[in-house]
């Protein structure tokens, strides 16, 4: 695979952290006077201790939901992703940081009961045991999505509570970090960072984040357990780019709870309307569907760079929807009727019975009316089975230079995003948004 396929944003970023803090951390070990028993344990458990803390920070940062951390990570959406990989990969790397201080520990003929047991003896590291376990069962209960959002929500808030402990634990701790400045300086920028973006995130983002007021003009039932949200500004309007989301929250509404919930924009940016397309497939989104025009709403956004004018060098273009995951595509084929933009684009709305279709109509009714020209299939598959990437391909015909947008499970996008791994379109021509926001 060819290096440029490599350079994706996320990978960068978490190269150069670790670069950067691995190299400053070998550079303490130089700088300052060490004990002859750093290795073969002592050492890398240190080193794996100070990744696990600046990947907690960097996945903070990632989760802020501030645009202009944002835009280092290339949309909210990617950056959500980053999230979830680097929060689970700290908590591993600080699993076997545990582990690895195990054998100098025995060593030194320290009961490992310290290190492991609250209360164990005098000399045990109570308040390190406890935040540790509790950090293990934050991040445990953080990726079981059977939780309720709210009560989902609450433990990430805990979560940033935690971290900041941790923190404060490491950059007192007697030793490299306290005696080398240069590594001091970058784990307190990095640990401040975290800490601030989820001190941001849980106290500030709804006070100072972009707020838009809205008020509820319909809401109408397209397909089994789909329906349209219409809102219209009471205030400025939200400006956007097609395929963007943005979270909103009913205000002082007696059912529906008080936090933000994602949801992708439907509209285009050209009118004044707001519209959301909405699956209503848990309890907020049913109770939703049941608000009553008038009501008043805050829109946050808009964040996400899964918008084809982030990709415009690619003239063509493969949009690929399942189920609801059309969302983001009425919003670009809309706005492809108001601008002069040629494209050539393949348009894929994947369902699995033709009731399901709740959109259908509305494509027909518009991919024809735009400058671009567009090809249009609804692709049922209880007829037709799987749509592959090969099919797909073979459709297109003799062109390699297409660039892919996916939007729909997790699962789908990646068993796609493989499929054309596999045909040779290189990996930065593939964007994909899960449904899945947590």
């Not at 300052?32 to 996945?59: K, N």
């Not at 940081?97 to 320290?110: F, V, Y």
């Not at 293990?136 to 953080?142: D, G, I, K, P, V």
């Not at 397909?223 to 400006?239: C, G, I, W, Y």
């Amino acid at each position: 695979m060819a290096i440029k396929q490599l350079l994706r944003r996320e990978v960068i970023i978490v190269s150069l952290v670790t670069i950067i803090t691995t190299k400053l951390w070998l550079m303490a070990k130089f700088a300052t006077v060490q004990p002859d028993d750093l290795w073969p344990w002592r050492a890398p458990s240190q080193l794996l201790g100070l990744l696990s803390l600046v990947y907690m920070g960097i996945a903070l940062m990632a989760g802020a939901r501030s645009r202009s951390l944002e835009a280092i990570f290339g949309g909210l959406d990617r950056a959500v992703r980053l999230h979830k990989k680097l929060g689970r990969w700290a908590m591993i790397i600080l699993f076997i940081h545990l582990l690895m201080l195990i054998p100098p520990w025995h060593a030194a003929g320290k009961p490992v009961g310290d290190l492991f047991i609250p209360w164990y003896s005098p000399t045990a590291r109570t308040p390190d045991i406890l935040v540790t376990y509790a950090l293990f069962l934050l991040a445990f209960l953080a990726y079981n999505k059977s939780l309720p959002y709210a009560r989902w929500l609450g433990i990430h808030q805990l979560f940033g509570a935690l971290y900041f402990f941790f923190f404060i634990h490491i950059i007192f701790v007697p030793g490299s970090i306290t005696e080398f400045e240069p590594l001091s300086t970058w784990i307190v920028l990095i640990g401040a960072a975290g800490s601030l973006s989820w001190l941001y995130r849980i106290l500030f983002f709804k006070r100072f984040g972009p707020r838009y007021r809205y008020q509820v003009e319909a809401v109408k039932d397209t397909a089994n357990e789909s329906f349209d949200l219409v809102l219209l500004p009471t205030e400025r309007r939200m400006n956007y780019d097609p395929g963007m989301f943005a979270f909103i929250s009913a205000i002082e509404h007696p059912t529906l709870p008080a936090e933000l919930h994602p949801f992708t924009i439907s509209s285009t940016p050209v009118n004044r309307e707001l519209r959301f397309s909405i699956r209503a497939i848990g309890d907020y989104t049913q109770a939703l569907r049941k608000i009553e025009s008038g009501a008043a709403m805050d829109i946050y956004g808009p964040f996400g760079g899964f918008t084809p004018n982030h990709f415009v060098r690619y003239r063509r273009l493969v949009l690929i929807g399942a189920g609801i995951g059309i969302t983001p595509f009425l919003s670009m084929l809309a706005y492809e009727l108001t601008n002069n933009d040629f494209r050539r684009i393949w348009l894929y709305y994947i369902v699995r019975n033709p009731e399901d279709a709740g959109y259908d109509e509305e494509i027909r009714s518009r991919y024809q009316q735009a400058d671009s020209y567009i090809d249009y299939e609804l692709w049922i598959t209880k007829q037709k089975g799987r749509l592959t990437a090969k099919q797909i391909h073979e459709n297109i015909g003799d062109i390699d230079d297409y660039a892919v947008m996916l939007c729909g499970t997790t699962p789908f996008n990646k068993a796609l995003t493989k499929q054309f791994l596999e045909l040779g379109i290189p990996r930065e021509r593939i964007i994909s948004e899960d449904f899945a926001f947590r």
